[in-house]
């Protein structure tokens, strides 16, 4: 009896470890967020003023265990007759043995305050499916509680606002109103846990006819133990080349160089890796990787500088 329960206690912590490092992982989608910003604040549907479509992949790069992937496509179509915009996007996360696939439906309001100055509401409906797929166990409990854990559909709603002019934009947001399914191996049950709220803003620079400069403050605020804080700067040269650097308070950092190569189609290619992660010891990875490919005609593109970045 006894070596059974301590290989069940054993097994059980190595998922918890799994679970810890999924969450940690997730997170970094927010490190490059002008090319995933109506996730995170719907308010930012259709502010770039043109049709636009993303596709991106991120993969981790592996020493030992535990691979993450993300594959995502998001698309975003603006209405100016009626000031709406709406959006659509799925992200599909896979870590080890568990895999989330998210689907957000958006659409925004935008407020003409002024000749240059906006003020855009928006409102995010989210389904996430989730699929845990755990080997057989030999304990009932643990089984019944892994097989719970298979095709789980949650629903949510997110809001949030953002007030924008040509060079500068301020936004704040509720990405999930309803609390957010996570589940608990150690107590074998499925519990809930509130999300952010979150608050960015950034500003345009001309440095000089070809050189454009934004810093960019975001934070991320759910409590004391889980608050994220990003500084990020960003680069734009002639409109053709980006280069954006980003850091993480004592958690990440990422590089992205963006290549304008068509009028149409812009190409990403960016480094990140998790500190905390290497600092704590519970991953071995040499970082993730991703490639972003998006589409946008530049030429139809509206007069907020922030969204060339």
Same mark, same amino acid.
């Given at each position: 009896?006894?070596?059974? @329960? =301590? ?7 190595? *998922? ?5 490092? !999924? ?6 989608? #927010? ?18 003023? =043109? ?5 991106? !992949? ?29 959006? +659509?996007?799925? *992200? ?9 696939? !998210? +689907? ?5 309001? /935008? ?19 989730? /699929? ?6 030999? $304990? &009932?409990?643990?089984?019944? +509680? ?10 949510? @709603? ?24 996570? #589940? ?12 952010? *709220?979150?608050?960015? =803003?950034? #500003? ?16 991320? @605020? &759910? ?8 500084? $990020? ?13 980003? !850091? ?10 963006? +290549?304008? @190569? ?32 998006? #589409? ?14």
């Amino acid at each position: 009896m006894k070596p059974k @329960i =301590t290989l069940i206690f054993i097994f059980s912590y190595a *998922i918890l470890g799994n679970a810890q490092q !999924y969450n940690e992982a997730e997170r970094i989608e #927010y490190s490059q967020y002008m090319y995933n910003s109506f996730t995170v604040n719907p308010g930012m549907t259709g502010i770039e003023g =043109t049709p636009n479509f993303t596709i991106n !992949y991120r993969s981790e790069l592996l020493r030992d265990f535990n691979h993450y992937k993300r594959e995502s496509a998001m698309f975003s179509l603006p209405s100016k007759r009626k000031n709406m915009a709406f959006g +659509f996007s799925i *992200i599909n996360d896979e870590y080890d043995d568990m895999q989330h696939t !998210y +689907f957000d439906l958006a659409t925004a309001y /935008d407020l003409k305050l002024n000749e240059k100055a906006n003020l855009s509401f928006g409102i995010k409906f989210r389904g996430n499916l989730l /699929d845990h797929r755990f080997p057989e166990s030999n $304990s &009932q409990p643990l089984q019944d +509680f892994y097989n719970s854990l298979v095709n789980r559909f949650v629903f949510n @709603i997110g809001a949030g606002a953002v007030y924008s002019n040509d060079w500068f934009f301020v936004g704040l947001s509720v990405p999930s109103f309803l609390n957010t399914v996570h #589940y608990d191996i150690s107590e074998l049950q499925v519990d809930t846990r509130q999300l952010p *709220i979150v608050f960015n =803003t950034a #500003y345009v620079f001309l440095l000089n006819n070809d050189i454009s400069f934004m810093p960019m403050f975001y934070t991320r @605020i &759910q409590n004391k133990e889980n608050t994220d804080i990003d500084i $990020s700067t960003n680069f734009l040269f002639q409109d053709k080349f980006g280069l954006n650097v980003v !850091y993480r308070l004592d958690d990440h950092y990422g590089v992205f160089a963006n +290549f304008q @190569i068509l009028n149409a189609v812009m190409i990403s290619l960016g480094y990140g890796n998790q500190t905390s992660l290497r600092t704590e010891g519970l991953a071995a990875n040499d970082g993730i990787v991703q490639i972003t490919l998006r #589409y946008e005609n530049v030429l139809k593109r509206g007069g907020k500088l922030f969204t060339r970045f």
